[in-house]
């Protein structure tokens, strides 16, 4: 199986961490061949002043994981899941089948990072709690997984991502009566309704809105307004299915 990596930045423990994860897991959990959950914590050198890491320790960071890699497929330890840069540490997670040798696999990676302080540990997870609750997005976070892919794409392709622009979006409902309350309340923020959709889905109908409005797409913009716009969509038993843009290349 292909594996398939996302990143996004969140709140722990009321401390910025830039959360790594293994997407490609998520559709055959929980595993119950791999029940334990351990972890290697290696404190930064040099964080920067909101605990992330610096580009230049990056490097030194990226070398410890491939080593960490490297050696749970020597020992065979198990499956490498996510990583969490905060308050001037790096958690390294995975799974595993049993933790026997889960010191030996860290300490053969750490012997080549003399200069790197390392702590681990192991425990019963049996649900994948830690993967579900603390590396897995939930709807607000994925949304700005996608919002970031989409500016980089528009990036990419010559955008200027700070001209404002009329920028699409759509969600649906379960009921004409949520749609309308729903259209009642972007209305008030200004936002115009396109059209009106129903659509089949689990032998049921969703009743869908396509809307725009003028705004600026760029990254924590476009993070503020679909926020806002997920709160109204789910305050009408909603959901919100995201949005496009057209290139501003001026």
């Not at 230049?56 to 969490?84: F, M, P, T, W």
């Amino acid at each position: 199986m292909q594996e398939y990596w996302e990143s996004y930045v969140k709140p722990i423990d009321g401390h910025k961490a830039m959360v790594s994860f293994n997407a490609s897991v998520s559709d055959m959990l929980p595993d119950t061949e791999y029940i334990y959950v351990a972890f290697v914590k290696v404190k930064l050198n040099n964080p920067k002043e909101d605990g992330l890491v610096t580009d230049k320790e990056a490097n030194d960071i990226g070398s410890i994981e491939d080593r960490l890699e490297l050696e749970s497929l020597r020992y065979r330890s198990g499956k490498y899941i996510g990583r969490i840069i905060s308050q001037g540490e790096v958690n390294f997670i995975y799974y595993l089948k049993l933790d026997l040798e889960w010191s030996d696999t860290v300490q053969s990676a750490m012997n080549h990072f003399k200069e790197y302080t390392h702590e681990l540990g192991s425990r019963i997870d049996m649900e994948w709690e830690v993967y579900q609750k603390l590396l897995f997005p939930n709807v607000k976070e994925w949304q700005m997984i996608a919002n970031h892919h989409s500016c980089n794409k528009l990036k990419e392709h010559g955008d200027n991502l700070r001209i404002d622009r009329a920028i699409e979006h759509k969600a649906y409902f379960s009921s004409e009566e949520d749609r309308q309350s729903f259209l009642d309340l972007i209305e008030v923020e200004n936002f115009t309704n396109q059209k009106d959709m129903e659509v089949p889905f689990k032998n049921k109908t969703m009743y869908g809105v396509q809307f725009y409005r003028w705004d600026v797409p760029f990254y924590y913009d476009i993070d503020e307004l679909t926020m806002k716009i997920i709160d109204m969509s789910t305050s009408c038993n909603g959901s919100y299915d995201g949005w496009e843009s057209y290139l501003v290349k001026i």
